[in-house]
């Protein structure tokens, strides 16, 4: 009976071990506590909304922020600008459009640092990331403040290099004031 008990505590003692140091440091995003606000800019005005996460993590060693990969869910792109009635539902169907990110074809969009830097305050960091939307991946480099279970960033991306052509002066001609421009800012607000 002892042989037995010592047997099952080495046995519980290793699955608890192996457990617990199974990707150490990894915390998961919590997706319905976070999200993303964008904002888009034409000529005379500018639109905004938000999107949600499917899915994330941040890697850890010890304190430190150390990676991080992420999918963002198109499909839950929203404005938030505009009143339901008043053109919310067209601008939000264009926007999930072949004519911008087509979410039909492409449901989800992704970031993955690839290289992370402390800036030398607590919790600051320079992060260099593959974002990826529509297949077509960019890297950028943006600042992120990560501490005491929440992270939060700005990105300023360029959707064209992201295929997303639409009244675009990158690829038509003569738009004048109906010209979108290419540069869209994303609010990042997450909670691990």
């Known amino acids: 009976m002892k042989s037995l008990l010592l047997s099952f505590s080495l046995l519980f003692l290793s699955v608890f071990v192996y457990a617990t140091n199974v990707e150490p440091g990894n915390k998961k995003i919590n997706v319905t506590q976070s999200n993303i606000g964008w904002k888009g800019y034409k000529f005379t005005k500018s639109h905004e909304g938000t999107l949600k996460f499917k899915s994330g ?14 999918v963002v869910d198109m499909t839950t792109l929203t404005n938030t600008d505009m009143a339901a009635g008043s053109g919310k539902e067209k601008l939000e169907g264009h926007l999930k459009s072949e004519d911008f990110f087509g979410v039909e074809k492409y449901p989800t969009a992704s970031i993955k640092f690839t290289k992370v830097t402390a800036n030398g305050k607590a919790g600051e960091y320079q992060i260099t990331a593959n974002v990826t939307i529509k297949n077509k991946t960019k890297e950028i480099k943006f600042t992120a403040n990560v501490k005491d279970g929440n992270a939060n960033a700005v990105l300023k991306l360029d959707r064209s290099d992201f295929d997303v052509r639409f009244g675009s002066g990158k690829f038509f001609d003569n738009l004048g004031d109906k010209a979108i421009s290419d540069e869209f800012d994303l609010n990042v607000s997450m909670k691990y």
């Open 57 to 70: 993590n941040l890697e850890f060693k010890g304190n430190q922020l150390v990676g991080g990969e992420m």
